[in-house]
């Protein structure tokens, strides 16, 4: 179905669609939601994934007392993307949301004929919240109560948008969203169920650290991604990203670089200020996920909490040479996901299967016992999670990033093929399996990339024109294809694959 065909089938979608439970008065109630979403977070940032550096025992909890996923990925390597993903459970394509949006133009805003979870949940008779980082072009909708960012947002006293009224609050953001968070779980809701949206700032650039955090790892040398000295050589557009290498685009951020050092020298200091700036606001982070788990525990809600955990996208913490995300590439495609639920999901599982953005609000309505729109692309995980996967379960996924494609055509200025612009690639999408992932430049001429995962697991050898594998390029792009009709993403230019 095309895009349009896709929207009509969620019309109609809210209270009326409630899902019957069985059991009758044994029938467990319905679980409180909490989602928390930080911003440019790695799957590799929490100790419990394995990080020997980073100690994250608010997520571990989560972790600990649920669900790790192992394979999990965005759909499109951008901020708002991510999260229009997660609200709605569709692609970029199908939500409205190709690119960042936070400036408010008026091409990429949600689709109003999609719904929401938290709209769902709210017309099913949920208290809904959303506090924190929005980052979308539009008000908050489907909320009781919002308190947001504008925009990016910043580190410092930062300025809300409180239910429509901007104030500045004195604090760090962190704590702040936080706090506001804890204030709405705190109201007298009655028996009422409630809906949280949790987003962090953190650890989003400026990768500024809370004044407590602010020493972290001063005594130690940050170690260097096995491909910090990428040269790129098999991968024509990767080559070209040269505003995504940080000691070019991270230098204005810091006034306090040494004077005398060598070209080499520098970008060694700059790695190590930012990586662990960046890894210093997720301390913050992990102190609030901390605090709301213990109220949680405290007030005997944690049973019947459905907690998620997640972020926007992965991120590039040096690896290629790079800071930023939106490639396909493994650091920026990968994303962490945690699930906790005491009542129905048995603690301690490091779960395989493919999890995606758009499986999670599939999930929050499963549970809360809400119908499913038709129009939602992912599915629940619900039955994964209580230990019957469907054999069905999807075993390769599907990315896709537009920004600067054919909806920025639409904006002023805009040039085709002028990809030079802070941050940007060229739109591309791929697909990736257990074991290999091929990528798609669909406006650079037919260029592609294979990569095998097993035998190269850092992505740096790109065998697309090795006759060897002709086969299986012929193979994976069948089913690049059938994942494009498949998810409704066939409007965009189709090129043809080459050798070479």
Not at 50 to 66: C, F, S, V, W, Y
Not at 167 to 185: R, S, W
Not at 258 to 265: I, K, M, N, R, T
Request: overall charge negative.
């Amino acid at each position: 179905m095309d895009r349009r065909q896709l929207i009509k089938t969620a019309a109609g979608a809210g209270a009326a669609a409630l899902l019957t439970r069985c059991g009758g008065s044994s029938a467990p109630p319905r679980p409180n939601i909490l989602v928390v979403m930080t911003d440019d977070q790695t799957a590799a940032q929490m100790s419990c994934a394995g990080h020997q550096i980073l100690k994250t025992p608010g997520m571990d909890r989560i972790a600990n007392e649920g669900v790790r996923f192992t394979n999990s990925f965005c759909t499109n390597s951008l901020c708002a993307p991510g999260r229009a993903a997660v609200l709605t459970g569709t692609y970029s394509h199908i939500n409205g949301i190709l690119g960042n949006s936070e400036t408010g133009n008026e091409i990429e805003k949600i689709s109003t004929e999609i719904p929401t979870y938290p709209q769902l949940l709210q017309q099913a008779g949920y208290r809904t919240g959303m506090m924190g980082k929005w980052h979308l072009s539009t008000d908050p909708v489907g909320f009781d109560d919002w308190k947001v960012l504008p925009g990016q947002g910043v580190y410092f006293d930062p300025e809300f948008i409180i239910n429509g009224e901007r104030k500045t609050v004195p604090g760090y953001v962190t704590d702040i969203t936080t706090d506001f968070a804890l204030e709405f779980l705190k109201e007298d809701r009655g028996e009422q169920p409630f809906c949280l949206v949790y987003q962090h700032k953190a650890p989003h650039r400026p990768f500024t650290p809370a004044p407590r955090h602010a020493h972290l790892y001063d005594d130690i040398e940050w170690p260097y991604p096995e491909t910090y000295n990428d040269d790129y050589a098999t991968r024509d557009v990767a080559a070209r990203a040269e505003d995504m290498r940080f000691e070019i685009s991270l230098k204005p951020d810091y006034d306090d670089i040494p004077a005398g050092l060598s070209a080499e020298d520098e970008r060694n200091w700059l790695f190590q200020r930012f990586v662990k700036d960046h890894h210093r606001t997720l301390s913050a982070v992990d102190d609030g996920v901390g605090r709301i788990l213990d109220y949680l525990d405290e007030n005997g809600l944690a049973e019947d909490t459905l907690v998620i955990y997640t972020s926007d996208n992965g991120f590039y913490l040096g690896d290629h040479g790079w800071y930023d995300k939106r490639f396909m590439y493994e650091p920026s495609l990968r994303i962490p996901m945690l699930l906790r639920y005491p009542r129905m999901v048995t603690a301690g599982q490091v779960d395989p299967h493919f999890v995606q953005h758009q499986d999670i609000a599939p999930t929050v309505l499963d549970f809360a016992g809400v119908a499913i729109p038709e129009v939602v692309q992912g599915r629940s995980v619900r039955q994964v999670v209580e230990g019957a996967p469907p054999e069905d379960w999807r075993t390769s996924m599907f990315y896709s990033y537009h920004e600067d494609s054919w909806s920025r055509s639409l904006l002023p200025g805009f040039s085709p093929g002028r990809y030079g612009t802070p941050h940007r690639v060229t739109p591309h999408r791929g697909v990736r399996t257990d074991r290999y992932k091929l990528i798609e430049y669909y406006r650079e001429s037919a260029y592609w990339e294979l990569f095998d995962l097993q035998e190269d697991p850092n992505e740096m050898k790109n065998v697309y024109a090795d006759p060897a594998d002709a086969e299986l390029v012929a193979d994976l792009t069948k089913q690049l294809r059938a994942l494009q009709e498949q998810y409704g993403a066939t409007d965009d230019v189709t090129s043809q694959p080459v050798a070479g």
